[in-house]
């Protein structure tokens, strides 16, 4: 089945970002966009080109998460569209997009969407209010910040990002093989079965640099960054602090690791000292 998707660069290149987030617009019955940019003026005269050449009109947004990169962009894009419905999923906390209201995802749910319509899969872990959008039919898979064609995803552990659901949704979108995803970052994905046994065999290999880290002696999160990733950029360090404490999360909820006693005050461990629970202190 031909399901019409137009690739769009939110025009907001960074350190983080790489060559810009992307964003796609569906055209259709139900004119469609996935994802906001940042609000960068010349991103949203693209969009209005699109959308004036299809009728005019865009009927709603579907936003994968909260991240400014993929939402920071949606007064300016309700401003422009003051009829466009936008809708995301609900996240703890301050879960304000800018001073529009917003309308709930619901898990699981089909949304029409351009000239179908997209099923909301819940895939937590980049983000807790991370969702991704699947058509069946034509098998494409429209993956937020889940997967990225070219590197890895961070897993911001201070923000809510949380490993073990991470891999669990992984493995929920292998076994809906998707035909093609179209990521946050990046070009199209072809091999979508590929890529995402290759990010579960990366996070496992991660876990074991960890863990043979530990076995060795104790360790502060971050000198396992320095010793993991080592010549890193410093404008990178920052996301490999939180892959390693989110890491260490996940070993700790296995009982595979553990703060040392009355080390640390931060209540995720980042100041904590780190062991092997071989190391003989009972969990």
Not at 76 to 93: D, E, M, S
Not at 202 to 211: D, G, K, V
Not at 216 to 225: F, I, K, N, P, S
Request: glycine residues 10%.
């Amino acid at each position: 089945m031909y399901f019409p998707i137009v690739p769009v660069n939110a025009r907001n290149p960074g350190a983080w970002t790489g060559a810009g987030s992307m964003t796609y617009y569906l055209p259709g019955a139900v004119p469609t966009l996935i994802d906001t940019g940042s609000g960068v003026d010349a991103h949203l005269d693209e969009l209005a080109s699109l959308i004036e050449a299809d009728g005019g009109g865009l009927a709603q947004v579907l936003v994968t998460h909260g991240h400014r990169d993929h939402a920071g962009g949606a007064a300016a894009v309700a401003a422009r569209w003051p009829g466009a419905r936008i809708h995301k999923l609900p996240a703890p906390g301050d879960d304000r997009l800018g001073k529009i209201a917003w309308q709930p995802l619901e898990r699981d749910a089909f949304v029409p969407a351009g000239t179908s319509a997209v099923w909301v899969v819940p895939t937590p872990g980049h983000a807790p209010d991370h969702v991704s959008f699947f058509e069946p039919r034509s098998g494409a898979f429209f993956s937020g910040d889940l997967v990225v064609n070219g590197g890895t995803v961070a897993i911001l552990a201070r923000h809510g990002g949380n490993l073990a659901a991470y891999l669990d949704s992984l493995r929920r979108v292998l076994d809906l093989q998707p035909r093609r995803i179209y990521p946050g970052h990046g070009q199209p994905i072809d091999n979508p079965a590929a890529l995402l046994r290759s990010y579960l065999s990366h996070r496992l290999m991660r876990e074991r640099q960890i863990l043979d880290a530990l076995a060795e002696r104790a360790w502060c999160v971050a000198d396992l960054v320095a010793r993991i990733y080592p010549g890193l950029a410093d404008a990178l360090v920052p996301a490999a602090t939180d892959s390693v404490l989110a890491h260490l999360l996940k070993l700790e909820d296995e009982r595979q690791a553990l703060r040392e006693p009355g080390s640390g005050t931060d209540p995720l461990g980042l100041d904590a000292t780190w062991l092997h629970v071989r190391s003989g202190f009972e969990v």
